[in-house]
């Protein structure tokens, strides 16, 4: 059973800086590509990270680019989402995403995803 654990979460004021993290377990993590998407209230998941299996290569949604920054631990099974400078409309549900079938995602789409962690709340005060 493979399973993604988010952690980090919480209630930061404008400026501020987070990092969210999600353990995976049940699968061999260093071989899968893994995402960070987000929900705000109202609105459709949108992608916001992307990180290849050897974490090499990173992809960022336009809304964080030059601000969060993704990266992974494969000894450790676990991937990163250091976010600076947060603005209010950070505020959302953080999701960890796994690709365990292809090596090839396309990283916006989430039906390219086949594991989900349960997701963290980020709430950003203005």
């Known amino acids: 059973q493979v399973q993604l654990v988010e952690s980090g979460g919480g209630l930061v004021q404008a400026g501020d800086s987070l990092r969210l993290s999600c353990t995976a377990s049940?699968?061999?993590?260093?071989?899968?590509?893994m995402a960070w998407f987000r929900q705000a209230p109202g609105k459709k998941r949108e992608f916001v990270a992307g990180?290849?299996?050897?974490?090499?290569?990173?992809y960022y949604g336009d809304a964080v680019k030059g601000r969060f920054t993704i990266s992974r631990d494969n000894a450790k099974n676990t991937v990163y989402l250091q976010m600076n400078v947060l603005k209010p409309e950070d505020t959302a549900v953080y999701y960890c995403?796994?690709?365990?079938?292809?090596?090839?995602?396309?990283?916006?789409?989430?039906?390219?995803?086949?594991?989900w962690g349960q997701g963290t709340q980020v709430f950003v005060s203005s």
């Open positions: 049940g699968h061999t993590f260093s071989n899968s590509n």
């Open positions: 990180i290849l299996y050897g974490g090499r290569n990173t």
């Open positions: 995403a796994a690709d365990t079938t292809t090596w090839s995602t396309r990283w916006a789409t989430e039906s390219e995803y086949d594991y």
